[in-house]
Each structure stands twice: as C-alpha cells, then as structure tokens.
C-alpha cells in the first residue's frame, strides 16, 4: 500500500509541475477512523495529502458531473479512479457529461474497498491508533493491543463480486498487488430474492425502504444523477408529494432506478451513502444483470459505447408483451 | 428550587413505570424507524445509547411530515389537525441528551414567538416535559463544549438525570419538572454531598474526553465577510446530498405543498434543506444559490452567524451528526476551524 | 376512494397509453366499428410509444389506477421510424423491475397495436382488463392519504 501511495504522490506531482492539470481530485485521511475523505490539490506541496488505502471508497467521478467551484484556469482535472469509478467516468463521457480531453485519469486496480462501518463493529469502540496494510491483511492498533483482518472478509458488497477491479479507461494505471477477481454472473443476492414469492419480495422491499428518510443522498452520491432539475424536485408539473410517506418514498426511488437502467455500475456509492443502511443494492443490482443478460451491455467498459437506451436492435426480444406479434 | 433526589437502579424502573402510567412517554427504543422515537409502554423499552442518538428528537415536535390542514371543495369542509389534550397528562419527551435538549430550547426560539407561534409546534411543546439524561461517555464526534453546550447542561430540559454506578440522580430544573417529579407519588430521597461529589465526578470526567474542537472567539468577525475566499474550497468536497440538514437537530427549514385530488386535498409542511437547488429557485428560473458554495455558506451562515444577530445563540448544539454521517466526511469541526484560522 | 363501491363489483381502473398513430388509431376503429369492449380504460394519447417515460407509468400507479397499458406501432412501422424500438427496450427493463419487487407482471402490459387493428385493440383492453380485474384493487402503491414510514 505504501508503495502505490507514493507512486501515486509521484505521478499527481508530475501532473501538477508539468501543468498538465490544475487539478487533481484524490483521498486524503479522513477525520473519523477508517475513513479517508475526497481531497481536492491545486497545489504542488499539497501533494503529500494523498493517500491510497482500503478505505478509499467515494467514487469521485461524482465530482465531474457538474462544473467545480474553484476550477483553476488550466480547466483540465486529474482524477484517481478505481475499477467502477472509471466506468463511472466512461459512462459520463459516453453521456456526453465530460469531455474525454478535460480529464486525466490515474487508474488503480482496485483489491476492494473494506466496509469501515462493519469493521467498526467488530472492533465495539476501541480507540483506533493506527492502521496498517499489507497485500492481505489489515491490522488495526488500538488502545491495548491490535487485531488482525482479512481484507476479504470486509469489503463492500459491490466489492465482493466486482468484475472490473482495472480501471477501463486510463492514462497512468497503478497495479495494487496481485488481483483475480471471481464474479459470479448473475448476482447471488439476485438469484436468491427472485426465488422468493412475489407477496414476500413485496414486503422486503417496503420493509428495507420504509426506513428513508428523502435524505436524496443515493440521488447525489450517484455520478450518474447528474440532470440539472431532477424529477424529484420538479414542481411544473409536481410528479409525487414531497413527503416520508410510504407512496412517495416507493415513487422515488422505483423512478430513480428505473433511470438508472443501462448506466448503473454497480459501484455501490449510493448504498454506501445511505445514512440508514438501506440494502439499495439488492434493487439497483437487477437491472445491471438482467440489462447484461438481455442486452449484452454492461456500461462504462469502452470510450466507444453508446447508451443502452439510446440504441436498439431490431432482433430485441419481446417476450414480454401482452401479445405475441 | 431545583432538587437532587436519588434513585437506586432497582427503583428507577418503577420511577419510569409511573410515568408510563400517569403520561404519554416517547423515547429511544431498539426499533424507532425513521421517527427517532417510539411510543414507552414499558421501562424495558427505553434504550439509551451511548452518546448521542441516531436520530435528533426534532421529529416530535416538528414532524417531518404534518398535514396542516385538508379540505374538500365541494363539501367546502376544512379540518385543521387538531389535538385534544386531556387536563394534567403530558407527552414526556425522554433520553434527550442535553445537547438534544438545547436544541429543542433554540427550535423554541423559532418556532414559539409570541407574535409569529407555529401553532402545530407550540401546542404540542406546550404540553410536552423533557427529561433528558447527562453524558457519561461522549462520542469522539461530540463537540457540545465548543458551541457552549455541555454533557451536563440544563437548557432545555424540565428534568436531567445523571447515571451514576449503582444509582441515578433525579435532578428537577423547571417549575414543570418538579410537579412531573412530585407527580408521581413516589418518595424519592435527597442527594447526598457524596452522591453529589460522584456526579462532579463523572461529569468532569466526561469533559475531560471532549476535545475542543475549534473556538467561536473570533468566529463572528471572520463570518462577516460574506464574499471570503475560502468558501470556494470549503465546499468542494460537498455533494448536495441534505443529511447534515435532515439529523441536524437545530435544522428547522420547511417547504409547504398543497396535495389535491379532484376536490380533496391536504396542505402538508415537510422538511426541506438548503443544500438542494430546489430551496431558493424562483418562480422566473433564477436561482440565487446556484452552486454548492453559496448553498455551503448559507447553512455555515445560517448557524453561527445569521442566528447569533436574530437569537444572540447560534444554531448548533455540537452533537456531532452531521459529521458521522457525512458520505464524504465534510468535518463541520474543520470548516470552522478553518474560517476562524483564516486570515 | 373505493370504500363507496363496496356494494359494487370491483371494476379496475386502467391508464391507457396508446401513441397517436397507431394504437390511437386503432382505438378510434374500434369506436368508429361500434366494437365493443370493457370501459375501463382511461387513454391518454402521446406522440410515440418511445415518449413514455417510466416516470409515467408509476405515477398512474401512484395517481391510484390499478393497471398500466402502453401500446405504440408494431416494430418496423413506428411513424418516427425507431421510436417503439427504443421503447421495447425500456419496457423491457420496467416489466423486470416491478415484477422484482413484487408488483403482479399482469398490471403493466405492452402491446402494438396498429391503425387497422380495431377488432385485435377491443381484444387486447378486454385481455389486459380481464387480467386485472382478477388481481383486486392495486393498493400498495397508491398515493398515501397518511401512513407515514414506520
């Protein structure tokens, strides 16, 4: 870890001192334990802010899907990129959000990002000293003692069955350690609520949503949400109520991800910011699988994709209509 | 006229018990949902955590959502949502920490103005009691001392208990606290100087885990020049997602929205948070707020500036919510160490 | 809402999106051809069945119908050549979605229909009602008049 950090450190200097960004957004520690937090230099000697570890989980392609306040005039934006952020990126690109010539991209292959509050958990409240890592492990030093973790055994659900842990699109590519990645296609979290019954689905999904609070956090973590006037905050006309209720927090977030199909990742930001730990992912997953099933698409993998909704086959099944032509 | 009284661990669930049984008691509980809060039917019930809660307790008093009123057109009825209050029951507000209590103490500032009452708010403030518990551990994220709260203020609270070892000591602060107290029927027993002496104890030991987090001094100074510099950085890493407004427990900004079917309808107020465009769009398309910075200075503003000329207080209570749920770890604690170390 | 129909058989309540130059059409031949079939439907008429955005459908859901209808040109004879190609790939995703999380596949149906189906379009409202009709009141996803989250 400490060997890609300080590569990292090397490379953003060289992007900086050579003028070929006026910007670059990575991590930096975070001010909670186990966190790091996104970090925006501008600056030669800031440099040393940056940092690469399990616990850089912000996909900060969200930071691209509007204009930054405080760009430098050398408008070009260096930007760290995990596996499912760069797709993230592409996708951003292919959407026409960003220019492909605005960006420079650091990729790293990503080993997985560790789930801080479940390691939190299991730690009930020591005083976090230091952290260290190494290929496989993570060990925590606390108050009176340290513990040892397999990274593997707490990383992100998103994490866990992740297909693309290179970056797709890059300019430099970092290598952490040896990485070979065993997805399992279609997702087993899937696989397992489409066997239950249809009344029983029902019921999880308004169980698991009837804690939001239209907090509209997933909406903003998401690089996807982008549209300047979203359809939850349009009053001309006013689609759905703006309150907690049970019909308008079902409306948003059905909506939500239903534009979500074709471009979702799977790179799990909007789990990770929900503040109730709502299960997003075991709604938002099925349309990346069933959109790959269907369509053979998975977005974000080629500069040279067009939008699943923005292209048809004429050989598209139909199975589904009401009649059979 | 406050009183110390004592309670031993084995008579402090029939203290609660009485409670339950002469008032409504709402407290933390193992399942409170989006709420923060669950109806007490048992002392069992009542789950206190360490530090803060998950949730504030604004959703008690200002819900967040409450139908105003509903009306029907053609029937031309208007049914205000209205209470009835039963004469010496009270809706006991229990488990506030004493920076949850502030807080209902600066929404009272907002909210209870003779000339401009919320009457939904006010009706039912004014028959609700706050007992609220001091802080024996607080959380790394507390900061209460740094916004001149403290693990055991009173403001706020109609009665504070503090959890000692082996005992609780009942202290009763307002006129209200001391009949909910006396109203119970039960014998309580005076604090002792040594139950007193423990209780010093504890609380200088519970400040002495709170580390400063920055300091106001120079704060107002620094927050009088609106067009600074810095807020370009300050909100950079922010992304507009509103959790800092919606479990902050001083946040009170609302929207109001008719909601209509045919000739039915509801007015309904909900909670809205001025870190979402849609806050200060104008019917023309123009948006003073444009972007995250000057969304980001409104909410600093808002509660250490704008609040300190309206109030003579300022808006936060240093619970450390904002900060432990932040998708992006936005440390408020950093921005305002920030601004005041600006030069 | 329903609670005064109680004497009455339930009779759902449909949103029909039919596109104005097929399944629209086909609408009309029916009435012109005085076919008849169920009166539950409520049509609201679009350019193209590619305009239909999800966001309409859920909110008839919402607006308290009991069943969604969306029927547009058959591929190959959209108006605007590829609208309805578009639209079969997002109805596509929707049907799986709401079949996911436990909406009855039955209530959303699609169907093309052309300008010179009147007989198949009294067929299909009659299918699609029917179908409904057997599934009850959609109630879970209507607009609330007051439960809030738990």
């Given at each position: 870890?400490?060997?890609?950090?300080?590569?990292?450190?090397?490379n953003?200097?060289?992007?900086?001192?050579?003028?070929?960004?006026?910007?670059?957004?990575g991590?930096?520690d975070?001010?909670?334990?186990?966190?790091t937090?996104?970090?925006?230099?501008?600056?030669?000697?800031?440099?040393?802010?940056?940092?690469?570890?399990s616990?850089?989980?912000?996909n900060?392609?969200?930071?691209?899907?509007?204009?930054?306040?405080?760009?430098?005039?050398?408008?070009?934006?260096?930007?760290?990129?995990?596996?499912?952020?760069?797709?993230s990126l592409?996708?951003l690109?292919?959407?026409?959000?960003?220019?492909?010539?605005?960006?420079?991209?650091?990729?790293?292959?990503?080993?997985?990002?560790v789930?801080?509050?479940?390691?939190?958990a299991?730690?009930?409240?020591k005083?976090?000293?230091?952290?260290?890592?190494?290929?496989?492990?993570?060990?925590?030093?606390?108050?009176?003692?340290?513990?040892?973790?397999?990274?593997?055994?707490?990383?992100?659900?998103s994490?866990?069955?992740?297909?693309?842990?290179t970056?797709?699109?890059?300019?430099?590519?970092?290598r952490v350690?040896?990485?070979?990645?065993?997805p399992?296609?279609?997702d087993?979290?899937?696989?397992?609520?489409?066997?239950k019954?249809?009344?029983?689905r029902?019921?999880?999904?308004?169980q698991?949503?009837?804690?939001?609070i239209?907090?509209?956090?997933?909406?903003?973590?998401c690089?996807?949400?982008?549209?300047?006037?979203?359809?939850?905050?349009?009053?001309?006309?006013r689609?759905?109520?703006?309150?907690?209720?049970?019909?308008?927090?079902?409306?948003?977030?059905?909506?939500r991800?239903?534009?979500?199909?074709?471009?979702?990742?799977?790179?799990?930001?909007?789990?990770?910011?929900c503040?109730e730990?709502?299960?997003?992912?075991?709604?938002?997953?099925v349309?990346?699988?069933?959109?790959?099933?269907?369509?053979?698409?998975?977005?974000?993998?080629?500069?040279?994709?067009?939008?699943?909704?923005?292209?048809?086959?004429?050989?598209?099944k139909?199975?589904?209509?009401?009649?059979?032509d | 006229?406050?009183?110390?009284?004592?309670v031993?661990?084995k008579?402090?669930?029939?203290?609660?018990?009485?409670?339950?049984?002469?008032?409504?008691?709402?407290?933390?509980?193992?399942?409170?949902?989006?709420n923060?809060?669950?109806?007490?039917?048992?002392?069992e019930?009542i789950?206190?955590?360490?530090g803060?809660?998950?949730?504030?307790?604004k959703?008690?008093?200002?819900?967040?959502?409450?139908?105003?009123?509903?009306?029907?057109?053609?029937?031309?009825?208007?049914?205000a949502?209205?209470?009835?209050t039963?004469?010496?029951?009270?809706?006991?507000l229990?488990?506030?920490?004493?920076?949850?209590?502030?807080?209902?103490?600066?929404?009272?500032q907002?909210?209870v103005v003779p000339?401009?009452?919320?009457?939904?708010?006010?009706?039912?403030r004014?028959?609700?009691?706050?007992?609220?518990?001091?802080?024996?551990?607080?959380?790394?994220?507390?900061?209460?001392?740094?916004?001149?709260?403290?693990?055991?203020?009173?403001?706020?609270?109609?009665v504070?208990?503090?959890?000692?070892?082996?005992?609780?000591?009942?202290?009763?602060?307002?006129q209200?606290?001391?009949e909910?107290?006396?109203?119970?029927?039960?014998?309580?027993?005076?604090a002792s100087?040594?139950?007193?002496a423990e209780?010093?104890?504890?609380?200088t030991?519970?400040?002495?885990?709170l580390?400063?987090?920055f300091s106001?001094?120079?704060?107002?100074?620094?927050?009088?020049?609106?067009?600074?510099?810095y807020w370009?950085?300050?909100?950079?890493?922010?992304?507009?997602?509103g959790?800092?407004t919606?479990?902050?427990?001083?946040?009170?900004?609302?929207?109001?929205?008719d909601?209509?079917?045919?000739?039915?309808?509801?007015?309904?107020?909900?909670?809205?948070?001025?870190?979402?465009?849609?806050?200060?769009?104008h019917?023309?398309?123009?948006?003073?707020?444009?972007?995250?910075k000057?969304?980001m200075r409104?909410?600093?503003?808002?509660?250490?500036s704008?609040?300190?000329?309206?109030?003579?207080?300022?808006l936060?209570?240093?619970?450390?919510?904002?900060?432990?749920?932040?998708?992006?770890?936005?440390d408020?604690?950093?921005?305002?160490?920030e601004i005041?170390?600006?030069? | 809402?329903?609670e005064?129909?109680?004497?009455?058989?339930?009779?759902?309540?449909?949103?029909?999106?039919?596109c104005?130059?097929?399944?629209?059409?086909?609408?009309?031949?029916?009435?012109?051809?005085?076919?008849?079939?169920?009166?539950n439907?409520?049509?609201?008429?679009?350019?193209?069945?590619?305009?239909i955005?999800?966001?309409?459908?859920?909110?008839?859901?919402?607006?308290?119908?009991?069943g969604?209808?969306?029927?547009?040109c058959?591929?190959g004879?959209?108006?605007?050549?590829?609208?309805?190609?578009?639209?079969?790939?997002?109805?596509?995703?929707?049907?799986?979605?709401?079949?996911?999380?436990g909406?009855?596949?039955?209530?959303i149906?699609?169907?093309?229909?052309?300008?010179?189906?009147?007989?198949?379009?009294?067929?299909?409202?009659d299918?699609?009602?029917?179908?409904?009709?057997?599934?009850?009141?959609?109630?879970?996803?209507?607009?609330?008049?007051?439960?809030?989250?738990?």
């Open positions: 870890m400490k060997r890609v950090q300080s590569e990292l450190v090397e953003v200097s060289k992007l900086l001192r050579e003028n070929k960004v006026g910007l670059f957004i991590y930096q975070g001010s909670l334990p186990l966190r937090s996104p970090c925006f230099v501008t600056k030669h000697e800031d440099v040393q802010r940056l940092v690469w570890n616990f850089c989980a912000n900060l392609s969200v930071y691209l899907k509007s204009v930054l306040p405080g760009l430098p005039a050398n408008g070009r934006i260096g930007i760290l990129c995990k596996g499912c952020d760069s797709r592409v996708n690109i292919v959407e026409k959000q960003v220019k492909r010539e605005d960006v420079v991209i650091i990729g790293i292959s990503c080993p997985g990002v789930n801080t509050d479940r390691l939190l299991h730690l009930e409240g005083k976090i000293v230091d952290v260290e890592e190494n290929d496989e492990d993570i060990v925590v030093k606390f108050d009176g003692g340290e513990e040892r973790f397999a990274r593997r055994d707490y990383l992100y659900e994490c866990l069955n992740c297909a693309y842990p970056p797709s699109v890059y300019d430099i590519l970092i350690g040896k990485h070979s990645p065993k399992v296609f279609p087993p979290m899937i696989n397992e609520f489409n066997k019954s249809r009344t029983e029902w019921q999880i999904f308004e698991e949503l009837s804690r939001c239209r907090c509209y956090a997933c909406r903003n973590a690089p996807n949400c982008y549209c300047k006037e979203c359809f939850a905050e349009q009053t001309k006309p689609w759905f109520g703006l309150t907690n209720e049970h019909s308008d927090v079902f409306f948003y977030h059905v909506v991800i239903l534009h979500q199909a074709g471009r979702c990742v799977d790179c799990g930001a909007c789990v990770r910011a503040p730990n709502i299960n997003l992912r075991l709604f938002t997953r349309l990346v699988d069933e959109v790959k099933e269907r369509f053979g698409y998975e977005p974000g993998l080629s500069l040279n994709d067009s939008s699943l909704l923005a292209t048809f086959s004429t050989d598209d139909q199975e589904f209509m009401a009649e059979a | 006229m406050a009183r110390d009284c004592v031993h661990n008579d402090f669930d029939r203290f609660l018990a009485l409670l339950i049984e002469k008032h409504s008691v709402f407290g933390p509980s193992d399942n409170d949902g989006s923060g809060f669950t109806r007490i039917e048992t002392p019930q789950k206190l955590h360490r803060v809660a998950h949730f504030s307790f959703n008690f008093f200002f819900p967040q959502t409450e139908v105003l009123f509903s009306f029907d057109l053609a029937s031309k009825k208007i049914d949502a209205n209470k009835e039963e004469d010496g029951k009270y809706d006991i229990i488990g506030l920490r004493p920076c949850d209590a502030l807080a209902v103490d600066l929404l009272d907002v909210f000339d401009t009452k919320d009457v939904y708010y006010a009706e039912r004014s028959k609700t009691r706050i007992i609220s518990f001091a802080c024996n551990e607080p959380c790394a994220t507390c900061f209460c001392e740094s916004v001149g709260c403290a693990p055991d203020s009173e403001v706020g609270a109609d504070i208990i503090y959890v000692l070892k082996d005992r609780y000591i009942i202290r009763t602060v307002s209200a606290g001391e909910l107290i006396n109203g119970t029927g039960m014998h309580f027993d005076a100087e040594k139950d007193r209780k010093e104890q504890m609380m030991d519970a400040k002495s885990q580390t400063r987090a106001v001094d120079e704060l107002d100074d620094k927050l009088a020049n609106f067009d600074a510099s370009k950085q300050i909100c950079q890493k922010c992304i507009g997602c959790i800092c919606y479990f902050c427990p001083t946040c009170h900004c609302f929207d109001i929205t909601d209509t079917e045919g000739s039915q309808g509801r007015r309904i107020r909900t909670w809205d948070s001025c870190m979402y465009p849609l806050f200060t769009l019917a023309s398309g123009h948006n003073p707020r444009p972007t995250k000057e969304r409104q909410r600093i503003m808002h509660k250490f704008y609040s300190m000329q309206q109030y003579g207080r300022r936060c209570v240093g619970c450390g919510r904002c900060v432990v749920h932040c998708p992006v770890n936005l408020l604690r950093a921005v305002i160490r005041t170390e600006a030069k | 809402m329903n005064e129909n109680r004497a009455q058989p339930f009779e759902p309540k449909i949103i029909a999106f039919l104005n130059w097929c399944s629209y059409a086909g609408a009309d031949l029916a009435g012109v051809s005085r076919f008849q079939y169920s009166t439907i409520r049509v609201i008429k679009v350019p193209c069945s590619g305009r955005n999800p966001l309409y459908i859920i909110k008839a859901l919402y607006s308290g119908v009991d969604v209808l969306v029927s547009g058959h591929p004879d959209c108006h605007y050549i590829s609208g309805n190609y578009f639209a079969r790939r997002k109805f596509a995703l929707v049907k799986r979605f709401l079949e996911y999380i909406i009855e596949p039955e209530r149906q699609f169907s093309w229909v052309s300008a010179a189906e009147g007989v198949r379009f009294a067929q299909i409202i299918k699609v009602t029917s179908e409904i009709r057997k599934l009850g009141p959609l109630t879970y996803f209507r607009r609330d008049t007051g439960q809030k989250g738990t």
